[in-house]
């Protein structure tokens, strides 16, 4: 087995861990500032720690919470209230207007009884001074305050909230206490958070980008790592289990979403996450996968052979799904609609695809190729959000792929691409894409997996 120090990106920028406050207190306020200005008149946003803010139901935390707060400790509740234009004199419902203020955080107190048994919690002390909150109170207040909020009619509440998945089923806590308030009269309108958030979340500020592009490194030497490791009689969570020991060793504590091993036929499957199959001399391998730090991650897929070389078969494919990622990189610019990049990777697939047999109409290639060019990532892989114009500060994926299942093929190549002033900067370009470098890496001598093997 290599040294550990060869696992390590940089020793200099990787010594700490996830840092709670890696962006200043001050930008975390700017921005609820800046979504109590966007907010309706009278509207209220609550937004709840532990939401799920990664893809494939997949729980973390993180997302929109800790994008306002700068905070990442579950049961905790953020409220911000918007301008209002109501005078306050008692409402319909016999209360005052309520006016805590813009913005009031409940979070559970510190217990320092608790110290010698566990990591002392925040605390309200602590997020007045370090998260920079006026207003702060014991999240086992929350409830009734929710209760008051919709009783204040406000004009819209934006917030995400459980729904019981069908007519018939009971309904939720959160949707009987909104029934209980509408009996009383409460005319609110629920809209997401996201509506807002989004756009926000789109453009990274500089302390982002260079969160990010720490995620983009570890990501990148596990990979890497990967690449040099993998050899066929492996099974699939044998390489993951390495991918995870490079990104804990760099600091990484988690991951933005389940890595997707997917080999020989599960190299088709755009999210293969069991990685339970051994693999085989011949195969295949999508490698998409994503560090996280400090709640930001990557999202980085290289499609590799479990032997160290490509089949004639295998180049084939992989050089057409080359030319559409990069064609399409060099066209991201601000002002630029991504339609008109994925309408070119599309025609670059499938050109190659009608050029090798593939297809006989350029129009079947979709049968090839069943998903979009890209996304946002950051904090929040907002895969469902329609990349429109480009702009400076968007951080976004470039992934084309072909998938031929009766022959047990699969090609993604995915890189993250940063929208600056003038065009791009593909943070990726330091994990190796031809196949030339992608062989010439695997040569080399990776860790030796079998050493902790229990023969049974």
Not at 142 to 154: A, Q
């Amino acid at each position: 087995m290599k040294p550990f120090k060869t696992f390590f990106v940089s020793v200099a920028v990787f010594l700490f861990t996830v840092v709670l406050y890696a962006q200043t207190s001050g930008e975390f306020n700017d921005r609820r500032k800046k979504v109590i200005e966007n907010m309706e008149p009278n509207s209220v946003m609550i937004i709840k720690s532990g939401e799920s803010s990664g893809i494939f139901n997949y729980p973390r935390l993180g997302g929109y919470f800790y994008y306002l707060t700068g905070i990442n400790e579950p049961g905790t509740f953020l409220v911000l209230r918007s301008k209002s234009t109501k005078p306050s004199v008692p409402s319909r419902f016999g209360r005052r207007s309520m006016s805590p203020g813009p913005e009031i955080l409940f979070i559970k107190p510190a217990d320092p009884s608790r110290a010698n048994w566990d990591a002392l919690t925040l605390g309200i002390e602590g997020a007045k001074k370090k998260g920079g909150f006026a207003n702060v109170r014991p999240s086992g207040e929350f409830d009734e305050y929710f209760g008051k909020i919709l009783l204040s009619d406000p004009v819209i509440l934006y917030m995400n909230y459980e729904k019981s998945e069908n007519i018939n089923d009971p309904l939720t806590p959160d949707e009987q206490l909104f029934k209980k308030a509408r009996n009383k009269g409460a005319s609110f309108e629920i809209k997401s958070p996201s509506i807002i958030l989004n756009p926000m979340l789109a453009i990274k500020s500089p302390a982002e980008i260079e969160i990010l592009k720490k995620a983009i490194n570890i990501t990148a030497e596990a990979h890497k790592e990967a690449m040099r490791s993998i050899q066929p009689g492996m099974y699939e969570y044998q390489l993951q289990a390495i991918i995870r020991f490079v990104y804990r060793m760099n600091g990484a504590p988690g991951i933005g979403f389940p890595c997707i091993i997917g080999s020989g036929i599960n190299s088709v499957v755009l999210h293969w996450m069991e990685n339970s199959r051994k693999m085989e001399e011949g195969d295949i391998v999508v490698v998409d996968i994503g560090a996280e730090y400090s709640m930001y991650w990557a999202d980085i897929t290289r499609t590799i052979p479990v032997n160290g070389k490509y089949s004639k078969k295998q180049k084939e494919i992989y050089e057409i799904v080359l030319k559409a990622n990069e064609e399409a990189i060099k066209m991201v610019a601000p002002g630029i609609d991504f339609a008109d990049i994925s309408k070119k990777a599309d025609e670059i697939l499938a050109d190659g695809m009608q050029r090798i047999g593939l297809i006989k109409e350029k129009s079947e290639f979709k049968k090839y190729y069943y998903h979009g060019l890209g996304h946002h990532i950051g904090i929040i892989n907002a895969r469902g959000d329609r990349l429109g114009k480009l702009e400076p500060g968007m951080v976004i994926t470039i992934e084309p792929g072909i998938y031929i299942r009766e022959e047990k093929l699969g090609v993604r190549i995915e890189d993250d691409v940063l929208v600056t002033e003038t065009g791009y900067d593909v943070l990726t370009k330091n994990i190796p894409k031809k196949i030339e470098e992608i062989e010439k890496l695997m040569s080399e001598k990776g860790m030796d997996y079998k050493k902790n093997l229990i023969v049974f």
